[in-house]
Nanobody, 123 residues
Framework: QVQLVESGGGLVQAGGSLRLSCAASGSIFSINAMGWYRQAPGKQRELVAA???????NYADSVKGRFTISRDNAKNTVYLQMNSLKPEDTAVYYC?????????????????WGQGTQVTVSS
């Protein structure tokens, strides 16, 4: 089995910073794309940022210039550094990873989600 465990959420004032971490563990052959999504109350889950195994990144327009995604492939961990936080960044943040696992019949890619971590930005 594979688990994604997130940490680093919390309450912060507008203009502040938080750093989220997400570590993958378990039966992992390799990890392709990793990313962060968020879901605010009454809204759909949306992509915040993503990073490929080679380090290419993609950001939602709303966070460009404020958030930075990075990863440590040796630790199977992805990070999200969030600066200049705004009240509209308040949401549950979910880690996502496309993970390859070796099973009896070969190597296959599966999609995994973390349990979510609450980020609350007060005005």
């Amino acid at each position: 089995q594979v688990q994604l465990v997130e940490s680093g959420g919390g309450l912060v004032q507008a203009g502040g910073s938080l750093r989220l971490s997400c570590a993958a563990s378990g039966s992992i052959f390799s990890i392709n794309a990793m990313g962060w999504y968020r879901q605010a109350p009454g809204k759909q889950r949306e992509l915040v940022a993503a990073i490929t195994s080679g380090g290419s990144t993609n950001y939602a327009d709303s966070v460009k210039g404020r958030f930075t995604i990075s990863r440590d492939n040796a630790k199977n961990t992805v990070y999200l550094q969030m600066n200049s936080l705004k009240p509209e960044d308040t949401a549950v943040y979910y880690c996502h990873a496309d993970i390859q696992r070796r099973v009896v019949t070969g190597v296959y890619e599966y999609s995994y989600w973390g349990q979510g971590t609450q980020v609350t930005v007060s005005s």
